[in-house]
């Protein structure tokens, strides 16, 4: 292939090099280390936007990709490319990065230099797993991002309970991403013993039809670890622990951009690999996710914390974009696409927001609040759209993507996407009422009276999240149309590769030796026989 | 007339290099006063160098010497490297802690080199009467070593029981030998070999391998057999803790997999299920018992365990692949593992009395670079991207599934998940606690420094670009099939 750019792997690797730069740069100038930490996200923001418009929307394939190898007797290259599926989500990645460096400006007091360096190495692990088209070198990325949040919640959280909160998140992570690794070998094995060609490549990967009574364990395995990050109820409980003790951009980093990894895993990997076991599991996984879009908002109302409070409403809304995916429809997939970025604008701005006001009063509970429109009423303005955004008021990003969502979900789940569509209207009521309670009314307690509104900065970290609310909740095609092929392209191949497998089993037992190999039973009478 | 073997020390030059080091350090050593373990140290890593080089001509032969008492092959030359290269690390990391203890011990390297020189012959021996000298000499010197700090009870107390416990599992090991000689009529692994691939194996010979089976996993650590290791890596000076979780643990895992691959691989029906059981045993208990310590080294002595049960899943997989991963692993953990004890050495201070995980409270803070380090160890041994550590548990997994044991290999994937635990609750003190008092600062010398950076590099260095380690492991293990 000529003309190689190497645009997505300076994206990936700018930040690395930003963290290697603030190693030698003394901790006791935390200024300094802020604005060269800002400058690398600028930079690899400014970078993402070549991409942006480098992009050819108009087809499907793989954009640019780079591919050296990496290890190469195992079929290991590092190989990155984009779609119009992870273009979105890298571009939420790069353009959160200097939001984030911009709100932890005055919040990050002690330990400035860890702190930058644990968001740098953050932003790698997280563009790496949206660009890398190689499992390994994904499972790679992967991994590697949870040590920075890890450090995040652990040290700079909350100092009740950041320890348990910490190792909380990373053992529930590790465990379903242990099992995916097991998932990865088992397929790598299979594909190669079967074709010949032993590769970690996802493109060729694809092209392999893996039989169905695998696909279940295979799918089984990449659906524990996406759903842990999702996260989807059951496996939800890490969620409301990591985000409440994070410190505030760690909550926004998690909420914006780590869950969206779950969600990118399933359209990424679990479902144009494992077509059958996928659409086989559908409505289970729908079940599960309307469970979550209801659980999230019931467990929201009652929150007395308003940190708590989004991060269950973000259990919910990620229900919606887990509904929209397995509905295997273009709206419901590209519905489901746009709500991810949606969920990480809104939900990053409330937790933004509410940091905002954690700053000043050192306190979330919802009780401690009351007419506080009076007192900040520029924060009010945000807080009020942000709001309406995160329950879908038309007009706003929300609206787009769960409209999208019901609309592509309909035809296949009717009474699934009835008890979804109800939580719309739970949102509205946890939302609403919570932002009545803190915002209206009297100023009922004196130690809120002399509140200072929003400087600068903070509308400065707002406004460029509000810009991004109000246009794609009023001129959505923008983000729509790059990636429609890709979208129309995976639900083809989907169905494709499901009618190929199933045709493949009909046709006779011709795989069957493909099969037996890879049963679960070990067996080393076999393996010596092969010998 | 007695025919007079054919004499090839071009062969052992390695070992006899450091042989002739060993002897120096002691001589030497009588007439230095002062500075013995600098004296000791020097003769000692020059020792290691020039061995380094003699050994490298192995890489390229494929025979045997001293009628065919000793392999000379690319495998002895890869674990005469790592066995180098451990003792290297651990002269460099024992200098300052000698003089920082008052021992001015000449005596401790020429120990350390003359155990080296037994796990040389080890890895070398190509007949069990070979390796049973060499695994004599090493366990001999290592018992020494174990029990060198004065007047520590702790210390001698765990030579002791390293002491009997090692007899035993000796005597059991000269047994088995014994069984299979009544058996086969031989010692040598390839008259052995003949022997089980004649088709008719006495329960005498089976039962042999199995008493060597025993015997090995006392060396290499493997539950049940495990007993000794929390303690006496408790109590013995941290350096040769370290240098006893991977200089002594390789050397038994190269003879374990030469005299099983070469001589037992026609039963390896037989066998590879005991594996499966011990490598099962081995990591589930390993894994859960270092979660309760709150001593470091116990701590480290239970993930040695479990490590060396991740190992033996590479053996159980019983495959080429499966055996080169375990040489990876063995190289990724030897860096690892030195590395880690090296921070023990330097946190414990003088009298190691700082070897609680307690001690390890706002290390972040007060020596990140330390801690840094500390932390890509740990990151290492809990198999995170990309440290060696990763690259080495990913090779042996995949190797086990390649030869279709998942269920194996998913108790190994969920029991390291829980290794995960206490590998980052030592992050968690170092990053996330704060220390009731305020600890003196640490002086690094620069032995101590020189030895941290080697470590750390190569652990992330082999763990990006592995392709060209893998690919030695790969071949040195040809010669085994």
Known sequence: MENVSHLL?????????????????????????????????????????????????????????????????????????????????????????????????????????????????????????FVSLDLFLFYVFWEIMLIPMYLLIGVWGNPARRLYAAIKFVLYTIVGSLLMLVAILVLYFMAGKSTGIYTFDLLKLYDFAVPVQAQFWLFLAFFLAFAIKVPM?????????????????????????????????????????????????????????????????????VQVDMKRLVAFSSVSHLGFVMLGMFALTTQGVEGSIIQMINHGLSTGALFLIVGMIYERRHTRLISEFGGISKVM????????????????????????????????????????????????????????????????????????????????????????????VVWIGVYPNTFLKPMEPSVKNFIQHVEKKRAAVTAMEESGKQNLPNVERISLVSSVTKIRAER | ???????????????????????????????????????????????????????????????????????????????????????????????????????????????????????????????????????????????????????????????????????????????????????????GLAGLAKYFQSGSVSL??????????????????????????????????????????????????AAFLRVFFECFSSAQVTWAHIIWVLAVLTMILGNLAAIVQTNIKRMLAYSSIAHAGYILVGMAAGTPSGAAGILYYLLAYIFTNLGAFAVVTMVGRRGEANINLDDYRGLGKSHPTLALAMSIFLFSLAGIPPTAGFIGKFTIFSAAINAGYIWLVIIGVLTSAASVFYYFRVIMKMYMEAPDVEPESLQFSPSMAFALSITVMVVLYIGIFPTTYLNLATESVKTLF
């Open chain 1, 9 to 129: 792997s300076l994206i990936t690797f700018i930040p690395l090099l930003g963290a290697a730069i603030i190693l030698f740069i003394n901790r006791e100038c935390p200024e300094t280390l802020r604005w060269v930490t800002i400058v690398c996200m600028l930079v690899d923001f400014v970078l993402s936007l070549f991409v942006y418009f480098g992009f050819d929307s108009s087809i499907a394939t793989m954009q640019f990709v780079e591919r050296y190898p990496w290890i190469p007797q195992w079929g290991i290259s590092y190989k990155v490319g984009i779609d119009g599926i992870s273009l979105l989500l890298l571009m939420l990645t790069t353009f959160l990065g200097p939001i984030v460096v911009l709100a932890c400006w005055k919040d990050i007091t002690v330990r400035v230099k860890e702190f930058m360096i644990c968001l740098l190495f953050l932003q790698v692990g997280m563009i790496g797993v």
């Open chain 1, 233 to 301: 109820f059951p496996f939800h409980t890490w969620l409301p622990d990591a985000h409440t003790e994070a410190p505030t951009v760690g909550s926004v980093v998690l909420a914006a951009v780590l869950l969206k990894m779950g969600t990118y895993g399933f359209i990424r990997f679990a479902i144009p690999l494992f077509p059958n076991a996928a659409v086989d599991a559908a409505w289970w996984v729908v079940l599960l996710a309307v469970i979550g879009i209801i659980y999230g908002a019931w467990v929201a109302m």
């Open chain 2, 1 to 187: 007339m007695i025919p007079v073997p054919e004499v090839n020390l071009g062969g052992v030059l390695p070992a006899l290099v450091i042989g002739v080091a060993g002897l120096l350090a002691m001589l030497l050593g009588l007439f230095v006063r002062k500075g013995a373990v600098t004296v000791g140290a020097v003769i000692g890593l020059v020792g290691v160098l020039i061995a380094l080089m003699v050994n490298a001509p192995l890489r390229l032969m494929n025979t045997t010497a001293f009628s065919g008492m000793i392999a000379l092959d690319t495998y002895t030359w890869f674990f005469n490297m790592l066995i180098l290269v451990s003792v290297g690390l651990t002269i460099l990391i024992s200098m300052k802690y000698l003089v920082d203890q008052g021992l001015d011990l000449y005596e401790y390297f020429a120990i350390l080199l003359f155990s080296a020189v037994g796990m040389m012959f080890m890895v070398s021996g190509s007949h069990l009467l070979m390796i049973f000298v060499g695994l004599e000499t090493l366990s001999i010197a290592v018992y020494v070593l174990t029990g060198l700090l004065p007047g520590n009870t702790k210390s001698s107390e765990a030579s002791l029981k390293y002491l009997l416990l090692g007899a035993f599992s000796s005597g059991l090991f000269l047994y088995g030998a014994a069984l299979l000689y009544g058996a086969s009529g031989s010692l």
């Open chain 1, 377 to 468: 009423p520029l924060f009010a303005v945000f807080f009020m759209i942000f709001t309406l955004s995160s329950i879908g008021l038309p007009g706003l990003n929300g609206f787009i993507g769960e409209f999208l969502i019901l609309l592509g979900s309909f035809a296949k789940f009717t009474w699934y996407t009835v008890f979804a569509a109800s939580g719309v209207i739970f949102a509205a009521v946890y939302m609403l009422w919570m932002f009545q309670r803190v915002m209206f009314g009297e100023v009922t307690n004196p130690k809120n009276l002399n509140l200072k509104d929003i400087d600068l900065r903070e509308v400065a970290v707002l406004t460029p999240l509000l810009i991004f």
């Open chain 2, 204 to 253: 005498m010979a089976l039962v042999g391998m199995g008493l060597l089976l025993v015997g090995f996993s006392f060396k290499v650590a493997a539950v049940p057999f495990h007993m000794w290791t929390p303690d006496v890596y408790d109590g013995a000076p941290s350096p040769i803790t370290g240098f006893m979780s991977v200089g002594v643990k390789a050397a038994a895992f």
